[in-house]
């Protein structure tokens, strides 16, 4: 059964005035609240720079903003130029997804130049400088049409005809930009920063074009194409109508079910004449399937160990501050809070030490399929214990949280080692129990010369590395 009330409010492809869009981020919002839509993906071109404010801005006005971008590539060697990945659910915080858009911003800023540098030989005075007032993040060509349209009216009326006469591709005045990385490098950083990747309105190709490009995606670890899209407002070279535009989505969302794709898509909603914000009617499901598949995202586990007071539980609670802060759900998992919970029948003779390690990780493998990401502190003397958990586990970090024994012993929080010198504790890790230096972690911080965030961030580099984040 179909509920025509969900449907027609989502939009999973809309750009804002950080990339060539007209609005700024806010005003997009409130233009899709307007609009009745519930849902919105800001997928700017190689930037995100307008997701934050977007997300901020519709925080408790009934409209859930996903983050997204949509990265520009070239696939010369099966003859494509300027294919289109859009990137949904992408954390926009990650460093390398910052560092990739940062480095195309320069590129596309110089292209913009030569550009202009062109237009100028050809006669018209619009400056660099001039054009860059109106850029709000990347640098596209519709900056320089409407410079040129405000000053030269009556020779162009849209963008449309700027891009005839001046700056599309193979005119006068365009300039091509440096190659691109392919969809295969597209496709790695939004898997890096978390997200789902899809093939951008396959529609603007001819069928057999786009099949082959369809092929090429998934061989470069692609995970979905968009099938709603539309063509007939934003192509008008195909020269669709709406009629044919479904017909066209129906043969993309026939290809999705048979070749197991995820499916997205969106009205590329610019602004200006793109005003088509909210305008291709989409299943709600769409976007409900694209978040269970989300939900099924493996987790992990970082474990923290080392000796009493070294810093475990102060560092898992810093790291889960700061990934708090991008947005991530952490687990914190502390051997105390658990020995006053799940724990509290356990003693301290060496079985029940035991027992209580394994349940600890026992819970972390079961949040780990679950998704979760866990921060797991416990003191786990034996390597047979991590390597125990380490395998259980699978998606593992193990973190050794490295202070001598004096420099803890004077911590002494909460009071156990004067407790065990005073003869009330048997027995005690580091005391009269061996504790075995890790052969092998992931990471190793020193706390007694290192202060909790630069601990912290080491260890968020290392899950960055892993993908875990
Ligand atoms: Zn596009
Ligand atoms: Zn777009």
């Known amino acids: 059964m179909k509920n025509t009330d969900l449907m027609n409010n989502i939009d999973l492809h809309v750009h804002t005035n950080r990339s060539d869009g007209e609005l700024d981020p806010q005003e997009v919002v409130d233009l899709a609240i307007k609009k009745g839509l519930k849902a919105v993906a800001i997928t700017d071109h190689d930037v995100v720079d307008g997701v934050e404010g977007a997300i901020s801005y519709a925080s408790g006005k009934g409209i859930e903003v996903i983050p997204g971008i949509e990265i520009g590539c070239d696939e010369l060697g099966i003859g494509f130029k300027e294919v289109h990945v859009v990137g949904l659910f992408i954390d926009y915080k990650n460093k390398d997804l910052l560092e990739f858009a940062e480095n195309i911003k320069k590129q596309r800023t110089n292209q913009k130049r030569k550009m202009i540098d062109k237009i100028r030989e050809l006669g018209y005075d619009i400056t660099f400088e001039e054009v860059a007032l109106s850029v709000k993040g990347a640098f596209g060509r519709p900056h320089i049409c409407r410079t040129l349209m405000k000053k030269y009216p009556d020779k162009f009326s849209s963008i449309q005809e700027v891009f005839d006469k001046l700056l599309g591709i193979g005119k006068p005045a365009y300039v091509d930009r440096e190659e691109r990385g392919g969809m295969k490098e597209a496709i790695s950083i939004i898997k890096r920063a978390g997200g789902i990747s899809f093939l951008a309105h396959p529609g603007v190709y ?151 390690m394994r349940l600890v990780a026992d819970m972390c493998y079961l949040l780990t399929l679950q998704g979760a990401l866990n921060l797991a502190a416990v003191i786990s003397p034996t390597d047979s214990i991590r390597e125990d958990a380490r395998k259980k586990i699978g998606s593992f970090i193990e973190v050794y949280v490295r202070c001598p024994l004096e420099v803890c012993k004077a911590r002494d929080v909460k009071g156990h080692y004067l407790e065990y010198e005073q003869g009330k504790l048997k027995d005690f890790v580091g005391m009269n129990i061996p504790y075995e230096e890790p052969v092998n972690p992931d990471v190793v911080v020193d706390t007694d010369t290192n202060d909790v965030d630069t601990c912290a961030n080491m260890i968020i580099a290392k899950m960055e590395e892993r993908g875990f984040i």
């Open 206 to 356: 001819k069928k057999e074009d786009s099949l082959e490009l369809i092929k090429a995606f998934r061989k470069a670890g692609g995970e979905g194409i968009e099938t709603y899209y539309p063509y007939h407002i934003i192509c008008p070279k195909l020269g669709i109508d709406a009629e044919e535009n479904s017909r066209l989505i129906g043969f993309y969302k026939e290809l999705v079910k048979s070749e197991g794709f995820l499916e997205s898509g969106g009205s590329d909603f610019h602004g200006g004449d793109r005003d088509t914000l909210g305008e291709i009617p989409i299943d709600w499901d769409v976007l409900e399937r694209l978040r269970s598949c989300e939900c099924k995202k493996e987790g992990a586990t970082v474990w923290f160990t080392g000796l009493a007071c070294s810093g475990k539980t102060t560092i898992s609670k810093r790291i889960r501050e700061i990934l708090c802060e991008r947005g991530l759900n952490i687990v914190v998992l502390d051997s105390d809070d658990l020995r006053s919970t799940v724990s509290k029948d356990f003693g301290y003779t060496k079985e029940e030490r035991d027992r209580h």
